[in-house]
């Protein structure tokens, strides 16, 4: 009982806290804005539909949502731009990829998986997991050729 009842308890918490954040579909919206604003400065929501791979309306939707929750200025049929919020997510999203990307190609994971396993798991990861992995990649990458972990 005390395994699997610890293990039922984990469940619990993970369930609760993946609930409180903003949702994988919400942060999938913030992150294509970003980089399409990096990328050409003006986003119409005929990009995001093209980039997501979603119907105009589903789009719509969802910047109505994004809108009220003060993380887009969205002009219908004309432009969306991110809010300073808006930009700080799409930035903290933009890193965490960078990031994993770069843990993943430096593990000999090719580009594409790398890439894709990167974009799954930036919604996924806390920035606090984030950071241990960071120093935790930065110490394995600083340590001499043929060291071990007490040297």
């Known amino acids: 009982m005390d395994s699997s009842g610890s293990r039922i308890k984990l469940l619990k918490e993970a369930h609760r806290i993946k609930k409180s954040m903003a949702s994988m579909a919400e942060e999938d919206y913030i992150e ?3 980089e399409l604003e990096k990328e050409y400065g003006v986003v119409k929501p005929s990009d995001i539909a093209e980039v997501l791979g979603v119907r105009p309306s589903s789009v719509t939707e969802m910047l109505k949502r994004l809108e ?4 887009v200025e969205y002009k219908k049929y004309r432009y969306v731009r991110l809010t300073e919020r808006g930009r ?4 903290r999203i933009s890193r965490k990829h960078g990031f994993l990307l770069e843990l993943f190609l430096a593990l000999g994971v090719d580009r594409e998986r790398a890439n894709i396993e990167a974009e799954l798991l930036e919604h996924f990861l806390s920035d606090d997991t ?3 992995l960071k120093k935790f990649y930065m110490e394995c990458v600083s340590r001499p050729a043929g060291g071990d972990a007490s040297s």
Do not use: F, H, N, S
Not at 68 to 71: C, F
Not at 88 to 91: H, N, Q, Y
């Open 130 to 132: 984030i950071e241990k």
């Open 32 to 34: 294509a804005i970003y």
């Open 88 to 91: 700080e997510i799409g930035e």
């Open 68 to 71: 009220r929750k003060g993380l």
